[in-house]
């Protein structure tokens, strides 16, 4: 067994990890970057559709085009990479946290560090989650899979594909099939509006006269040793209207029906987690309720663009390095969602610092307005043209912002759209 010591360890290296770690860096602390597969860059290694780097590099790129750039910004730091490595466990019970990771590689490792930066990124909700009735036949992948096998290995996994979600995945897939011949029947969502951004509906489904159904439920998958069909029934006004149900043939189904941020290493270290996001609940700096464990991009709530893990993760890493230096909030206070807010990241704010928040509304409308209340008071008031859930919204808070809180009891941020 291998023993090293580092002032803060990353566990995951995509897009956030090295964002984090970098900040690291550049405050002159050791750091080390744990990664389960063979090279860094996540998820966006196997994205080779562009749309990526419009914030983060004012450019169009792929998904290996942006993880390169970021990759590249490690070259000549001394932060140490960890590939085709796994974290199996994580003790941080007290001020030196221990991970101990098996790989390949590097054989067994015990890392000792002050502070862990939580990066593992997101997992997609699979067959098992959303309990379509029917048998178990083959076809049936989530759409990160079937996105793997078609851009990494090399594998059509059928020829006529339905689609069950309209996630964003499932929207780029979508057209990533029929660019390879496939015929995609239809994209099919249980809400009455899509769970993806609003270009990959034009770009992915408009643009090749795929159907969308939406308020559509998918109550039944057809077939026992392949699929060969899926049946899909209307909701109206949240009742199935099974006397208009119809069946489309198909050989392969692909589901993208959300993600869930991987927190099995957070839950074993004791960190508590957002029923909401399924991520960990952090105040100001990003800090999880232990002291020591910061957590950024998808592994804390899902993002829509990589740009923003990116912006948030390089907050992580300094919070974190700040932290280790001995920096500590002057005053936080609870941030919570009001009305037609699902949730809000973090949970709480600094009243003498800049902030920023994330959130996901409830509601899709045009000419909404975002209100932040202390105690039942508007202290700031922002119109914006249009909202929808797939989409996040950015909130900044300055100190101006907040100065009510420092003369209210027991004061409440709140954050409300109407």
Known sequence: MKDLFFDAVVIGGGAAGMAAALELD??????????????????????????????????????????????????????????????????AGSENKVLFCYSALWGVLRLSCNAIVLAMGCRERNRGNIRIPGDRPAGVYTAGLAQRLVNIEGYVPGKDIVIIGSGDIGLIMARRMSWVGCKVHA????????????????????????????????????GRDRVEGVEITPLENGALMSDKAFTIPCDTILLSVGLVPENELSRMAGVELNPMTNGPLVDSMLMTNVPGIFACGNVLHVHDLVDYVVEESRRAGKYAAQWLKGRRPVREVRVKAGANVRYLAPVRVDVQADNKLYMRTLIVKNDAVLEVRVNNRVVKSIRKNHIQPSEMIQLQLSPKDLESVLSAPDPVVEVSIN
Not at 29 to 56: K, W, Y
Not at 191 to 220: E, K, M
């Open 187 to 222: 994209v099919v969502e249980i809400l009455p509006y899509p769970s993806g951004l609003t270009r990959n509906i034009v770009q992915c489904l408009n643009d090749f006269d795929i159907p969308l159904y939406l308020s559509h439920l998918t109550t039944n998958i057809i």
């Open 26 to 91: 550049a405050a002159g602390l050791s750091c080390a970057v744990i990664e389960r597969e063979e090279q860094l860059g996540g998820i966006l290694t196997q994205c080779i559709h562009n749309g990526f780097g419009l914030i983060e590099f004012n450019e169009e790129l792929s998904g290996p085009e942006f993880a390169e750039r970021i990759e590249e910004k490690l070259q000549g730091t001394n932060i140490r990479s960890f590939t085709s490595t796994t974290v199996m466990e994580l003790d």
